[in-house]
């Protein structure tokens, strides 16, 4: 059940704001917020049964938050995302289409735990307990070509997250964050999103974040923060991830610069299993809306999709 149900959404979010910002009394909120005494009451309470810590003698003011949550990644959050929590799901993606079906915008849901987390191509997502998985749902102005740029900012957005957090991390074309110690995938993006030929009607860009959980819990071949760097606080993480996100959407020329400083593709020998083919050679750059430009032997060859491995130099 999410956290918001029976209340006010706006006067939620607005007693949020206003108590991240500093103390204020019942009544300078009540004034602040247009709304009465008894409604900030009724939202101080439901935010202490969140776990939120609020001594009021002198003003409200927030004396510790809990670790995660819906209200715990709001809470001095500077993104326009609704959020909300699950302690398990089948699937963040799944529950986010349905919102995303039934009108929604802006939305980030979190579970602490997948039980049908999906990858590309219908791949399964290994999801244990600790880590990251987070959807978020857009309805943004775009055509159905530029979306790739969304996973592209996605993948800037966690890999800046995960340097704040100690791990040295980098881009592999076009979706996957990797440790550049170790080699292990720390991250896995999956978008799906819904419209016609010149119009998208709503976009889920999922993340997948192996945080604090043990690689013994994860498929061969990955690794996580807690492996790289130690635990990670996720209501931090999860909102600089957020901030980075919303901060790159809608610009694709600052997506794109970011990416190619993040990469570790680029200039790479890469092998590239597409649709149509396998193409094997150097990966020079990357165009909009997310195309690998690959140097063969013949040819310059551009890539939309596919799985991306790097070769040794030969
Ligand atoms: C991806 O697919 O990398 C996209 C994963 C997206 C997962 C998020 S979690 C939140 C949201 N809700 C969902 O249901 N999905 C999204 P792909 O490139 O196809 O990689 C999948 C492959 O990576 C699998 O076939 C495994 O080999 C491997 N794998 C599975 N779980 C993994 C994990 N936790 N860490 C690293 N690799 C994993």
Same mark, same amino acid.
């Given at each position: 059940?999410?956290?918001?149900?029976?209340?006010?959404?706006?006067?939620?979010?607005?007693?949020?704001?206003?108590?991240?910002?500093?103390?204020?009394?019942?009544?300078?909120?009540?004034?602040?917020?247009?709304?009465?005494?008894?409604?900030?009451?009724?939202?101080?309470?439901?935010?202490?049964? %969140?776990?939120?810590?609020?001594?009021?003698?002198?003003?409200?003011?927030?004396?510790?938050?809990?670790?995660?949550?819906?209200?715990?990644?709001?809470?001095?959050?500077?993104?326009?995302?609704?959020?909300?929590?699950?302690?398990?799901?089948?699937?963040?993606?799944?529950?986010?289409?349905?919102?995303?079906? %039934?009108?929604?915008?802006?939305?980030?849901?979190?579970?602490?735990?997948?039980?049908?987390?999906?990858?590309?191509?219908?791949?399964?997502?290994?999801?244990?307990?600790?880590?990251?998985?987070?959807?978020?749902? *857009?309805?943004?102005?775009?055509?159905?070509?530029?979306?790739?740029?969304?996973?592209?900012?996605?993948?800037?957005?966690?890999?800046?997250? *995960?340097?704040?957090?100690?791990?040295?991390?980098?881009?592999?074309?076009?979706?996957?964050?990797?440790?550049?110690?170790?080699?292990?995938?720390?991250?896995?993006?999956?978008?799906?999103?819904?419209?016609?030929?010149?119009?998208?009607?709503?976009?889920?860009?999922?993340?997948?974040?192996?945080?604090?959980?043990?690689?013994?819990? *994860?498929?061969?071949?990955?690794?996580?923060?807690?492996?790289? %760097?130690?635990?990670?606080?996720?209501?931090?993480?999860?909102?600089?991830?957020?901030?980075?996100?919303?901060?790159?959407?809608?610009?694709?020329?600052?997506?794109?610069? %970011?990416?190619?400083?993040?990469?570790?593709?680029?200039?790479?020998?890469?092998?590239?299993?597409?649709?149509?083919?396998?193409?094997?050679?150097?990966?020079?750059?990357?165009?909009?809306?997310?195309?690998?430009?690959?140097?063969?032997?013949?040819?310059?060859?551009?890539?939309?999709?596919?799985?991306?491995?790097?070769?040794?130099?030969?």
């Amino acid at each position: 059940m999410s956290e918001r149900e029976g209340v006010d959404e706006d006067t939620r979010r607005a007693v949020l704001d206003a108590l991240a910002t500093g103390p204020a009394t019942g009544p300078e909120l009540a004034e602040r917020l247009g709304v009465s005494r008894a409604a900030v009451w009724k939202r101080i309470e439901a935010l202490r049964d %969140a776990g939120f810590e609020i001594r009021g003698d002198d003003g409200y003011r927030v004396t510790s938050v809990p670790a995660y949550g819906a209200a715990a990644v709001e809470f001095g959050l500077e993104a326009p995302y609704r959020v909300e929590y699950h302690d398990a799901l089948p699937s963040t993606n799944a529950r986010a289409r349905e919102l995303a079906k %039934a009108g929604e915008d802006r939305v980030a849901v979190l579970a602490d735990e997948q039980t049908g987390g999906r990858g590309r191509l219908d791949r399964g997502w290994n999801s244990p307990s600790g880590g990251i998985y987070l959807s978020v749902v *857009l309805r943004p102005e775009i055509t159905p070509r530029e979306a790739p740029l969304l996973t592209l900012a996605a993948a800037v957005a966690t890999t800046r997250a *995960l340097r704040e957090a100690g791990v040295d991390a980098g881009i592999k074309w076009p979706n996957d964050v990797l440790s550049r110690e170790t080699g292990g995938k720390l991250v896995g993006i999956l978008t799906e999103m819904e419209g016609e030929a010149d119009r998208v009607s709503w976009v889920v860009v999922g993340f997948g974040v192996n945080a604090n959980v043990d690689p013994a819990d *994860l498929p061969e071949g990955a690794t996580s923060v807690r492996a790289e %760097a130690g635990d990670v606080d996720r209501r931090v993480f999860v909102q600089r991830v957020l901030e980075e996100f919303d901060a790159l959407r809608g610009e694709p020329d600052a997506i794109l610069d %970011a990416w190619r400083e993040l990469a570790i593709t680029l200039g790479e020998r890469v092998r590239v299993e597409t649709p149509t083919g396998e193409v094997i050679g150097r990966a020079l750059d990357v165009e909009a809306p997310g195309r690998l430009v690959v140097e063969t032997d013949e040819d310059e060859v551009r890539v939309h999709a596919g799985d991306c491995e790097h070769l040794r130099p030969v």
